[in-house]
C-alpha cells in the first residue's frame, strides 16, 4: 500500500512556474514508477508524465515538452513536477500516481494502482 500527498499548487500568472512535490509513505516508494495526470473542468483526466522506478527514464504529454520536468528522490519518498512557461490552459487539479515498476510511461491511468488526492494549479492571463 502507497499513500501519496501532492503539494505546491497554487495561482500563478502566464508565463510563471510552480514545483509540485508528491511523497509517499512507505519504503518500497523505489520500485514504483511514477507518473502525473491532470483533470481540468468537464475534462477527462490526462496524462502529464511519468518517471521511471530509478529516474532513468522520463516521459512527456507534448503539450507539456520542454516546459514541464520530472523527477524524484527516492531517498525522501518524493516525485516532483517542475513547471514552467506555465499557460493558461495548464490549470488543473494535479495527481501523483504509482504504478508497478514496469511501467514505462504508461498514459493510461487505469495503469497506476495509488493516486493522490490531487493538488489545484490555476494560471492566471
Known amino acids: 500500500q502507497v499513500h501519496l500527498v501532492e503539494s505546491g499548487g497554487g495561482l500563478v500568472q502566464a508565463g510563471g512556474s510552480l514545483r509540485l512535490s508528491c511523497t509517499a509513505s512507505?519504503?518500497?516508494?523505489?520500485?514504483?514508477?511514477m507518473g502525473w495526470f491532470r483533470q481540468a473542468p468537464g475534462k477527462e483526466r490526462e496524462f502529464v508524465t511519468g518517471i521511471s522506478w530509478n529516474g532513468g527514464r522520463t516521459y512527456y504529454a507534448d503539450s507539456v515538452k520542454g516546459r514541464f520536468t520530472i523527477s524524484r528522490d527516492n531517498a525522501k519518498n518524493t516525485v516532483y513536477l517542475q513547471m514552467n512557461s506555465l499557460k493558461p490552459e495548464d490549470t488543473a487539479v494535479y495527481h501523483c500516481a504509482a504504478g508497478p515498476q514496469y511501467l514505462r510511461g504508461s498514459d493510461q491511468a487505469q495503469a497506476y494502482d495509488y493516486w493522490g488526492q490531487g493538488t489545484q494549479v490555476t494560471v492566471s492571463s
Open positions: 512507505g519504503r518500497t516508494f523505489a520500485t514504483y514508477a
